[in-house]
């Protein structure tokens, strides 16, 4: 299995961008999906999830500024991040926690992808 996200770059305060992530491989289901955050000498942090049914959850700082959403035909996730701020500045990671075929059966696995930067201008 692989995720595979796009959409970083950098933008101005007050901007907005938009995170895309495309799991695939041997893929029975997807449960939870989202997108965690790392700066630069700080600890990895969560910045929203949502789960197979459509519940969310943000961290702090992001939230009434980001939104998650996913499309469970296509195993893709997003995030909209408006009124981006400069402590935004950070590489966005896609996570998935996939169902997967296994020699004891069906098993749930968790896959990070490849961060993509995002940096904010102040």
């Known amino acids: 299995v692989q995720l595979q996200a796009s959409g970083g770059g950098l933008v101005q305060a007050g901007g907005s961008l938009r995170l895309s992530c495309a799991a695939s491989g041997s893929i029975i289901s997807i449960n939870d999906m989202g997108w965690y955050r790392q700066a630069p000498g700080k600890q990895r942090e969560l910045a929203a999830a949502i789960t197979s049914c459509g519940s969310t959850i943000y961290g702090d700082s992001v939230k009434g500024r980001f939104t998650i959403s996913r499309d469970n035909a296509k195993n893709t996730v997003s995030l909209q991040m408006n009124s981006l701020k400069p402590e935004d500045t950070a590489n966005y990671y896609c996570?998935?926690?996939?169902?997967?075929?296994?020699?004891?059966?069906?098993?749930?696995?968790?896959?990070w992808g490849k961060g993509t930067q995002v940096t904010v201008s102040s």
């Open positions: 996570n998935a926690v996939v169902v997967v075929k296994s020699t004891f059966g069906p098993i749930d696995v968790t896959y």
